[in-house]
């Protein structure tokens, strides 16, 4: 038998060197450089998206859920004949499908998804802007020259783009795919799975949309040249297999995504993140679901501001949904199926707005808890504003709120209350990606 050829082995380790020593010049200190740079800029537009009186968008929120509940005017709906059959009745009854779901020519009216997000991350346009781009190539071989055709050749574009798939596919990224500001990311009428690869990262940009995909069983990557945008690749670390890494960004929208069994998180938000909504989205077979701030000396995560609505949080969940530091986070009409440990955690004072979900609490009699305080004493968390109101408790769940002398300065003059947890079941009856057909209504 033949033995390996050394000298092409040689020659291919000659040529790995190479290309090491081309990356770490590169990868020098421009760089770091370039990332600082982009951080700076970032935290400017994350300020200006922080809103200093957050109940306004919890009250805009949750009148349009009332709006879209009260209003009788989808009966309309109930006739309409739809060329070859009656149409059935509008089934849509949150006001963010509600603003398209019934609508059969989505297919031409894609854009229209950006008139319907509510909540912090409302005014998110994503590529709204700019024109179609068709993914026709599931492969992801080139990390820094990415071909035409392919997801990262997308999403690294500096203009804004409506990326769309011109068919089902399952994508499976080598390294961190690098979303770039200005992007829509529209599952709507393929089966599109992101799974068995790297993570989608949102580094200090904003304006993102990512909606109707299914992300599942990301691992963790080795890290390596990666490109970022048209004018700048460089080297990754390893990455740590989480769904989704929002890092340094704002205005980013999440909606009717489903996610399960990645290595790390489903979706982490970090490094003073804000302006962001997750909804509608499905999470199942996951331990550490969400986590808002990682860290408890990381003071600017105090502007996170996160809508999380309408999602159903189901089977095989453990715990973080979400855990919380600093921020203010409005959890609104969730369905919480499933949990093992808890639902809703967190420390370092983070303000909890728990409205009108249902909590289902688990047969284990030492889990009921909704909430947990992480490593806190009760003098201390005692002053945090945990508040739960219209929940719909079930099999012996329980919400311990708080707020003490902080509670005064949160004012509750004219605050709109949430459509109770009863309406849940309802809200969320659509959750995770859906099948949308041409000429059909989602
Ligand atoms: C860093 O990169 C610049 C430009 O890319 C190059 O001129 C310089 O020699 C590099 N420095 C080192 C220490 O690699
Ligand atoms: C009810 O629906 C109609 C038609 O879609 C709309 O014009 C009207 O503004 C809605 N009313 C409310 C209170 O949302
Ligand atoms: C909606 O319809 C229900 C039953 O048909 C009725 O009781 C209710 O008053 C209506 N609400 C509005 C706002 O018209
Ligand atoms: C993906 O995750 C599921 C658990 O949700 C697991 O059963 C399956 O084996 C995983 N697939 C791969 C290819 O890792």
Redesign the pocket.
């Known amino acids: 038998m033949a033995g390996p050829n050394w000298s092409s082995v040689l020659f291919l380790i000659c040529s790995f060197l190479s290309v090491l020593s081309a990356g770490t010049a590169t990868a020098n200190f421009t760089d770091e450089e370039y990332w600082k740079q982009r951080e700076e800029i970032s935290r400017a537009r994350n300020l200006v998206a922080y809103e200093p009186d957050p109940e306004v968008a919890t009250d805009h929120f949750n009148r349009a859920v009332h709006e879209a509940l009260d209003n009788n005017s989808t009966r309309r709906v109930l006739r309409q004949w739809r060329g070859h059959v009656w149409a059935t009745k509008c089934t849509a009854t949150n006001p963010i499908d509600r603003c398209w779901r019934c609508r059969k020519n989505w297919i031409r009216e894609r854009k229209r998804l950006v008139k319907c997000v509510k909540g912090f991350a409302r005014g998110t346009t994503g590529g709204a802007a700019g024109r179609y781009y068709v993914v026709t190539d599931p492969s992801d071989n080139d990390l820094v020259k990415p071909k035409l055709g392919t997801l990262r050749h997308a999403v690294v574009q500096d203009k804004p783009l409506w990326i769309i798939f011109a068919r089902d596919m399952v994508i499976t990224l080598r390294e961190e795919l690098i979303v770039n500001s200005h992007k829509t990311i529209d599952g709507r009428g393929a089966r599109v799975h992101i799974a ?1 690869g790297a993570q989608i990262t949102i580094q200090n940009v904003h304006n993102i949309i990512i909606h109707n995909v299914k992300i ?2 990301i691992t963790n990557s080795w890290g390596g040249m990666v490109r970022d945008s048209l004018s700048h690749f460089g080297l990754r670390t390893a990455s740590d297999g989480d769904g989704i890494s929002i890092l340094g960004s704002s205005k980013i929208w999440i909606d009717h995504v489903s996610m ?2 990645c290595k790390d998180g489903l979706i982490d938000v970090i490094q003073g993140s804000t302006a962001i909504t997750i909804s509608n989205s499905h999470f199942t ?1 996951h331990d550490h679901v969400m986590l808002f701030g990682a860290s408890n000396s990381y003071e600017d995560d105090k502007i996170m501001q996160i809508t999380v609505a309408f999602n159903h949080f189901g089977k095989g969940l453990v715990q973080r949904m979400p855990r919380c530091r600093f921020g203010f986070f409005h959890v609104v009409n969730n369905d919480y199926t499933h949990w093992e440990m808890y639902a809703i955690g967190g420390n370092m004072n983070p303000t909890i707005i728990s409205q009108g979900n249902r909590y289902i609490a688990p047969p284990n009699m030492f889990a009921k808890e909704v909430t947990k305080r992480e490593y806190t004493l009760q003098s201390e968390w005692q002053d945090w504003v945990w508040k739960s109101e219209g929940d719909l408790m079930r099999n012996g769940a329980f919400f311990i709120q708080s707020g003490g002398k902080s509670e005064m300065a949160y004012s509750r003059k004219g605050f709109i209350k949430a459509k109770p947890g009863t309406y849940v079941k309802r809200l969320t009856r659509f959750s995770g990606a859906l099948s949308c057909k041409r000429n059909q209504m989602c």
């Open positions: 068995y599942h069983n399960w069994n077979k």
